[in-house]
């Protein structure tokens, strides 16, 4: 393979496994159990028939070193921030302290049982009354609710809040306005509360221009929703005028805190204006996500929407901590329990283990590893936007694609030089985008490895494109139809024959 002398990825003993259903033979088990010595009753005598299943056709007949041996196989396909350099930009893959694990797993917190009584729960309750204040204190908003489950139900529950507000007001409005630069969730949010989307155009500079939100502003825009750091990497420079022109016309500023781990320490977004604000706790508090969960993502607010937070909240009484239920004025409840409350721990173990100076160090270190990317990169890559950046830095394919090499290539290459591909065609006002965060807890050795494959690939592109067109050449499978993954999945099993 052509490319830098030393690559991060290795060719070893690698297997091809299939299917669990497609081994063992018929009659084989995993399992055997001694004679029962109390006598035995059948299932059918004591369960209703309509509530027992039959027989499953087709299921895999396997010992228990082929279960141990497939599922370990499996493990071994798997990619992690473990194995190295995740550089997803707005995702914010950084590696998690192991001792906020350790913190998470002590037996009065990972044993908690939900439907615990207040009195039982005081520690667990005392964690989560004081990682709101941190949160509120980090963001300079007044209250947070610790409730929804991700960065999106974040946004639904501040919107909600929004709508809300202006009801109670006499009047809910009928539109919010989103710059394009936004991630795709925010429409979503704004279209599941009733409202209509109107599209703000970033300016030359890659942000927001006040000039564009006055225009589009009214007495009929509930609320601005943006994104700052936006999904460039760019600062929205403008947002403390922005904010006084939404507020003046009655609207609210909903920012969109995804990419707060940019200005951890630094700025606080309640100084910025904004009314409210979602916390990616999965991204800049260091909870491990990715599969689906868990995540969270809480939301701080004003002092003139806490009336509308969801219940529970957690207040401090002269008695305790408790789970205060009666705000008549509540949107309700939007999930179980009070919260995902081992994300809690490790955000808590997080921030206390950082504290406020370790909290801004990551923050710079973040921008400075960004801006070290896009330095050692825009001479191979096209950068439409050279100027300063915060988390993450935005290429495209302009200049591969004279050589018939696009962005999804390039990805691909990536995986045979052992990285994962960073984010593609995100953000959409980039044709081609290439969207690359480093984080701040990448080693600039890491960083310079990611350079010379990144240099290497574009090397190739000029010189080998029909190389890089089909790659990747290593992995186990190579180009997979991925339109039709998503247009047809399979997504349950079915039995051959």
Known sequence: MSGPERTVGTAGLVFREP?????????????????????????????????????????????????????????QWNYGIDLGFYPLGSCTMKYNPRVNEDVARLPGFGKAHPYLPDALAQGALELLWELERDLAEISGLD????????????????????????????????????PESAHGTNPASSALCGYRVVSIRSGPRGVVEPAAVAAAMDDQVAALM??????????????????RIVHGQGGQVYGDGANLNAVLGVTRPGDWGVDVLQFNLHKTFSQPHGGGGPGAGPVGVRQHLVPFLPVPLVEKTTKGFTLDHDRPQSIGRIRSFAASFGVMVRAYAYIRSLGPDGLKRAAETAVLNANYLMHRLKGSYHLPYDRVCKHECVFSDAAQLPHGVKTLDIAKRLMDYGFHPPTIYFPLIVAGALMI?????????TLDQFVAAMQAIAHEAQETPDVVRAAPHTPLVSRLDETRAARQPVLRWRPKG
Not at 226 to 243: D, K, Q, R, S, V
Not at 437 to 445: L, R
């Open 19 to 75: 299917l669990i259903f497609d081994q063992g033979s018929p009659g084989r088990v995993g399992y055997s159990l001694p004679p029962c010595d109390v006598p035995e009753t059948a299932a059918e005598a004591l369960i209703p028939p309509h509530l027992l299943r039959g027989p499953i056709a087709g299921m895999p007949e396997v010992s228990e070193v082929d279960v141990v041996r497939h599922f370990t196989r499996m493990s």
């Open 437 to 445: 965060e480093p984080t701040e807890t990448e080693s600039k050795e």
């Open 143 to 178: 209250r947070v609710t610790l409730h929804p489950s991700a960065g999106a139900h974040g946004e639904l529950a501040g919107v909600m809040m929004i709508r809300a507000y202006h009801q109670a007001k006499g009047n809910p409005r009928q539109k919010i306005l989103i």
């Open 226 to 243: 943006i994104t700052n750091p936006n999904t460039l990497g760019l600062f929205e420079e403008h947002i403390a005028e922005i904010a």
